[in-house]
């Protein structure tokens, strides 16, 4: 049977280590799917501390924007994150996409992928909780972010907050 969790949060707010427990907690061989795009040496060293901490019972998949063409049927899967996997489709080919064309494409890929029976585990940045930006670009993608978030946390199961590494249920 079909099932979607979110868990959300600031940055380091513990989101991704406990969306990791909790996968691990459903299946000893869960599916992780990462879908950064690695844009310089920082974010490098963050994604090797990411792969460090999983250990070999991990199926690992890298994919930057075409979720559903990975067949998931009866796993539990680890998507992480949608934060970034929603800029892939924002700055598509290094060019900024417009607002409802990107929430519009991230959506139906989302939905798309979500159509197996699977459990699916989803992080993701609450990044509309600060002020509001100087830079129309940031303005741009906290929007989409928002209501990419709105759509997933609207069919998901159970969405869990997580502030200073604590688990808040929410739905």
Not at 6 to 33: D, F, W
Not at 48 to 75: A, D, K, Y
Not at 86 to 97: D, P, Y
């Amino acid at each position: 049977m079909r099932r979607i969790i979110l868990i959300t949060g600031g940055q380091r707010s513990g989101k991704s280590t406990h969306a990791e427990q909790l996968a691990l907690e459903l299946s000893p061989n869960p599916v992780y799917v990462a879908t950064a795009h690695i844009w310089d040496d920082e974010f490098r060293q963050r994604v090797i501390r990411h792969q460090e901490r999983r250990g070999p019972q991990w199926t690992n998949i890298e994919e930057e924007m075409h979720l559903s063409r990975h067949e998931v049927e009866g796993r539990v899967v680890l998507v992480d994150c949608l934060t970034l996997w929603s800029t892939n489709f924002f700055f598509l080919n290094g060019e900024e996409q417009p607002v409802q064309q990107t929430v519009d494409a991230v959506c139906a890929e989302f939905d798309r992928f979500v159509s197996q029976d699977a459990t699916f585990i989803f992080v993701t940045n609450e990044i509309g909780l600060g002020g509001t930006s100087a830079s129309d670009v940031q303005r741009h993608f906290t929007d989409v972010l928002g209501w990419v978030n709105q759509h997933v946390a609207a069919v998901a199961d159970e969405v869990i907050l997580m502030v200073s590494g604590i688990p808040m249920k929410v739905k």
